[in-house]
């Protein structure tokens, strides 16, 4: 799986549909990943999920995975030595009424829904629209941990989540945003999950600017060595139902 932004070449964010178009066509002359793009922050639902509409026009565009972040976090950092908040004024709104947009659009696009979770919050939301029946089994969620907001990557974290999910059929991902998730492949893996993984997460400045196929090839010798495989693209729809 491959999620996706898509810059200007200045590196200014935009979400520019042909940019997309041309993304996605230019992967899937290569292989065949399973992709969906981000969107953008905002109050009105509708422009910020367009460009789904728009890629799935187009076969040769239609996304894979569908996506809804499942609730409002602050995304601040405080600095433990100056004892200071950056950020401290941003909130990532997403509102219930946003979360239903986007997932009755992904329903309507046939489009199985990565669901973000930051806190715990979310997952309560992404239980309750399972219960609605705007979702449905098996889940695909993507705990985003970390030391900046919700709950840092550990076993009791993982205790926490698997706990709301109990009976709940779920393919989830762990991953760790402003940190190296490296070191904790083993214990996501070890635990029944996948791995989430990426320059958006951390950009391993420290080791040498690595690259995303660096950083995904490191996450496969870990995972081969505790006696598992990694998923072909194809075996990777059938596990996740998309």
Not at 10 to 18: E, K, L, N, P
Not at 44 to 53: S, V
Not at 107 to 117: A, T, V, Y
Not at 160 to 180: P, Q, R
């Amino acid at each position: 799986m491959i999620h996706f932004h898509v810059r200007e070449p200045d590196g200014a964010w935009v979400q520019t549909v042909d940019y997309y178009a041309r993304a996605i066509k230019i992967t899937r002359e290569q292989c065949k990943p399973l992709l969906w793009p981000t969107f953008p922050f905002g109050d009105d639902p509708a422009p910020r999920f367009q460009h789904f509409y728009e890629l799935c026009k187009d076969p040769k565009t239609y996304l894979d995975i569908g996506a809804a972040d499942m609730g409002s976090v602050n995304f601040a950092e405080y600095d433990l030595l100056g004892k200071t908040v950056r950020g401290g004024n941003f909130v990532y709104k997403n509102s219930y009424d946003t979360i239903r947009y986007f997932l009755e659009g992904c329903r309507e696009l046939k489009l199985r829904p990565s669901l973000q979770i930051f806190e715990p919050g979310f997952l309560r939301a992404a239980l309750n629209f399972l219960d609605m029946g705007l979702l449905t089994e098996p889940l695909m969620a993507k705990f985003y941990f970390s030391n900046l907001f919700g709950l840092p990557p550990s076993v009791r974290s993982l205790d926490a989540y698997l706990g709301m999910l109990e009976g709940v059929k779920c393919n989830w991902f762990g991953s760790f945003i402003g940190g190296d998730v490296l070191p904790h492949v083993p214990l996501f893996v070890s635990m029944g999950g996948h791995v989430r993984l990426g320059l958006e997460d951390y950009q391993y400045a420290n080791q040498g600017k690595l690259t995303n196929a660096e950083i995904t090839a490191k996450a496969v010798a870990m995972i081969r060595g505790m006696g598992h495989e990694v998923a072909t693209p194809d075996e990777a729809r059938q596990i996740l139902a998309a």
